[in-house]
């Protein structure tokens, strides 16, 4: 009996056991609009070639030569920052950037193409794009709200015929639609966004 209780007598004195640590639900980055790189220019060739196909790019790609000037284009762009825009009979060097948006070192969602004569004008959204197989999730309106981010205290433009899943990340992002003209190709412009301080700074 003695033996008896000085079990429980001990089992009564001793304190619980810790609960076991939870580790916090790790969570995947945001996407981010980044530098595209060289690697990176394979994926608007093929978006462009698709959609060449439905009538919707901006350039025409009918042979192996065009793509390949495309291409070489890109590069310029990846590795001086210019982007060679056929002004009347010459052409003229115009800033231009690529930009991919990704999950940290994650694959690319989507890219985009803008560029703009000088520093006083407003930035053209050349071409952009979500990937096959993020499409269907607002990718394209995040690459879009990034941009604008992006290019604050600048307006963004752009022309693009209104078909297809474009106009709708685009005014889902902020975008006005501004004129159609015959051929169904509308304008879309985005006003110059700042930054929440110069939003607060403004407003007070």
């Known amino acids: 009996m003695l033996t008896t209780l000085k079990r429980w007598l001990g089992a009564s004195s001793t304190e619980p056991a810790e609960a076991p640590a939870v580790e916090p639900v790790k969570r995947d980055p945001a996407p981010e609009l980044v530098e595209a790189c060289t690697d990176d220019i394979g ?8 959609a060449e ?19 070489r284009s890109l590069e310029f762009v990846v590795h001086r920052g210019l982007w060679l825009q056929r002004e009347a009979d010459r052409v003229a060097h115009w800033q231009g950037r690529l930009l991919a948006l990704r999950h940290g070192d994650g694959p690319v969602l989507g890219m985009l193409l803008v560029c703009r004569r000088d520093d006083e004008a407003a930035w053209q959204l050349r071409f952009f794009f979500i990937a096959p197989e993020w499409q269907g999730r607002g990718h394209g309106a995040r690459l879009l709200m990034a941009a604008r981010r992006e290019f604050r205290g600048t307006p963004l433009q752009t022309r693009l015929p209104l078909k297809g899943a474009a106009p709708a990340s685009l005014e889902a992002a902020g975008f006005k639609r501004m004129h159609v003209d015959a051929g169904g190709v509308a304008s879309f412009e985005a006003p110059a966004q700042w930054n929440d301080q110069r939003e607060r700074t403004s407003g007070a």
Do not use: H, I
């Open 53 to 71: 196909g439905e009538g919707l790019s901006p350039w025409v790609l009918r042979d192996e030569t065009r793509l390949e000037t495309l291409r």
């Open 43 to 50: 994926l608007l060739l093929g978006a462009a070639r698709r």
